[in-house]
């Protein structure tokens, strides 16, 4: 079946640009998740859905960065004015509900020249 | 200041021996642990997870040792197989938000046939 997908897989911005990543979850999947992945790092958490509620923002790095479900299904991370440190890989998951697996998308790769 | 931390960036085991990854945590809230696995170009992939009132989950080749005293848990792979070659992250979530997982920086494991 279709997992999760992002798009676009990779994206070179100037600096000072403003970018959107989207993600489609997997159908059904209640919850939604973005998280940002440095060269040499872990996943960090950025922020979770909950249909089409943004339950929780809290690793946001700044104002320059905004999430959006609308409709409870595909959802877009923006990215204003970005910034060289902004270069990462951004990965989307979806699960069933909030305390289950969480299934990973590819993942957008953003580099800010 | 990394709450879950592996200190071995990488690995290197012979087929059909057994692979033992390491991760340590700090926060004593964690109560939930998951090991991802991870190709490049591709999204982590749940591979097995312990909740914090067991010290044991196993499945098949893969086995998640808990030690909550020492916050250190640790994944065995037994027979290591090449196909095992990947990054490993571990990954921890604390009651009331147990969505928001915390991972390590990752092991690269190399399987050599």
């Known amino acids: 079946g279709a997992g999760v997908s992002q798009s676009p897989r990779y994206k070179v911005a100037k600096r000072g640009q403003d970018v959107a990543l989207r993600c489609d979850p997997i159908?059904?999947?209640?919850?939604l998740f973005w998280y940002q992945q440095a060269l040499g790092q872990g996943p960090e958490f950025l922020t979770y859905?909950?249909?089409?509620?943004?339950?929780?923002k809290s690793g946001l790095p700044s104002d320059r960065f905004f999430a959006e479900r609308p409709e409870g299904s595909v959802s877009t991370l923006k990215i204003q004015r970005t910034q060289q440190e902004d270069s990462a890989v951004y990965l989307c998951?979806?699960?069933?509900?909030?305390?289950?697996?969480?299934?990973f998308g590819p993942g957008t790769r953003l580099t800010v020249l | 200041d990394q709450q879950v931390k592996q200190n071995s960036p990488s690995l290197s085991v012979q087929e059909g021996r057994i692979s033992i990854l390491n991760c340590d945590y700090t926060n004593s809230m964690f109560d939930y642990f998951l090991w991802y696995k991870k190709y490049p170009a591709e999204g982590p992939t749940f591979l097995i997870s312990?909740?914090?009132?067991?010290d044991k989950n196993e499945d098949g080749r893969f086995t998640v040792f808990l030690n909550k005293s020492a916050k250190h848990l640790s994944l065995h792979i037994v027979p290591s197989q090449p196909g095992d070659s990947a990054v490993y992250f571990c990954a921890a979530a604390g009651a009331g938000s147990n969505y928001k997982l915390t991972f390590g920086k990752g092991t690269l494991l190399t399987v050599n046939p």
């Open positions: 859905f909950q249909n089409e509620a943004q339950l929780d």
């Open positions: 312990i909740s914090s009132i067991k």
């Open positions: 998951a979806s699960s069933i509900r909030q305390d289950n697996e969480q299934f």
């Open positions: 159908s059904g999947h209640v919850s």
